[in-house]
C-alpha cells in the first residue's frame, strides 16, 4: 500500500509545488483569475472564522494547520491571538517557502514541510486545536484521509478538537433519472456503494480531485482513527466536521498507516 500512496504523495507534491508565489495564491490556494487581492484576504479571513467559532484558544496552547499553503489562514490567526505557538505543515517545499516569506517575522510560527502523508515530525500529544481548511477536499484516496486523522489523533492532548471539510456527496442530484440512476443511488444510499472509499491507483488523476463523502462514511472514519464527533454540518458542497480527543484514548503510533480493510465492509 505505501507504495501506492508514496505515487500519490509524488504527483500530489508536483501538482501544488509551483514556481511562483501569485500562482500559488491564485491558480492553486483561491481561484481568481482577477488576481484580486482584497478577494484574497477577504476569503482567509472567512476561512478563519469558520476556523476560531466556538473556540477559545488559551495563552499556552499550539495550534496546528495541516495544509497550510502560503500561511493565509495562520496570517489572519496570528494577528488575532495571543498563543504560544502556530504551526504549519504542507506536502508543498515551495507552498512552505512562500510561507516562510510571509511569517519569518513572528517567532511563535514554525512552518514544516509534510513527510509523505503523515505529521511524523510533530510529537504525540503536543497540539490543543488543529484544523485544515480546503485540504481534505483535494485528497483522492481514503487510506491517505484516515492516516491524516491518526495522525492527528496522535499529536492532539486529550481533549483537543480538530476541525476540517470533505467534500460532500449527494445520492439524490448525483445521477440521472434513467434506470441504471436511480440504481447507483439507491446503491449509494444503501451504502453498498461509495465515492468515499475511493482508493488512487497509478494513473488516476491526483491535483484538485478529492473524495466524497456521506456523514456516515465521515463517522466511520473518525470511529477507526479513534476520535469521536463533537459536530458536523453542512454548507454548501462542503461537509464540515469538529472532532475531539477523548480522555483516555489510545493513540496512533507516529506514521502508523492504518490498514482500512474495515471500510469497504
Excluded at 36 to 41: D, I, Q, R
Excluded at 70 to 75: A, E, F, N, S, T
Excluded at 91 to 113: G, H, P, Y
Excluded at 183 to 194: D, K, N, T, V
Aim: aromatic fraction near 10%.
Amino acid at each position: 500500500m505505501s507504495d501506492r500512496l508514496d505515487q500519490y504523495s509524488s504527483q500530489q507534491k508536483d501538482f501544488w509545488n509551483v514556481a511562483d508565489e501569485k500562482s500559488a495564491r491564485f491558480s492553486r490556494i483561491y481561484l481568481d483569475e482577477t488576481r484580486s487581492e482584497s478577494a484574497w484576504h477577504q476569503d482567509a479571513a472567512k476561512a478563519a472564522q469558520i476556523v476560531l467559532t466556538g473556540i477559545e484558544p488559551k495563552e499556552d496552547w499550539t495550534i496546528l494547520e495541516v495544509g497550510c499553503g502560503v500561511g493565509r489562514i495562520l496570517d489572519v490567526l496570528r494577528n488575532r491571538l495571543t498563543v504560544r505557538r502556530l504551526i504549519g505543515v504542507d506536502i508543498s517545499e515551495s507552498m512552505i517557502a512562500f510561507a516562510k516569506e510571509r511569517l519569518a517575522d513572528d517567532d511563535r510560527v514554525q512552518l514544516r514541510v509534510g513527510n509523505r502523508y503523515d505529521l511524523s515530525m510533530i510529537p504525540s500529544s503536543t497540539v490543543n486545536f488543529a484544523y485544515a481548511v480546503d485540504v481534505f477536499i483535494h485528497i483522492y484516496d481514503v487510506d491517505v484521509v484516515l492516516n491524516y486523522l491518526g495522525e492527528v489523533q496522535r499529536v492532539l492532548k486529550e481533549g483537543g478538537c480538530f476541525r476540517f471539510n470533505v467534500r460532500r456527496f449527494d445520492p439524490t442530484l448525483a445521477f440521472h433519472s434513467s434506470l441504471g440512476g436511480r440504481f447507483a443511488r439507491i446503491m449509494h444510499q444503501l451504502g453498498i456503494w461509495s465515492t468515499g472509499k475511493h482508493r488512487w491507483y497509478p494513473g488516476e488523476e491526483a491535483g484538485f480531485c478529492g473524495n466524497q463523502f456521506l456523514p456516515r462514511e465521515i463517522k466511520k472514519l473518525v470511529r477507526l482513527s479513534r476520535l469521536s464527533v463533537l459536530e458536523m454540518w453542512e454548507e454548501g458542497a462542503h461537509l464540515w466536521c469538529t472532532l475531539k480527543k477523548p480522555s483516555g484514548a489510545r493513540e496512533s503510533k507516529p506514521a502508523e498507516i492504518i490498514v482500512t480493510t474495515q471500510i469497504a465492509q
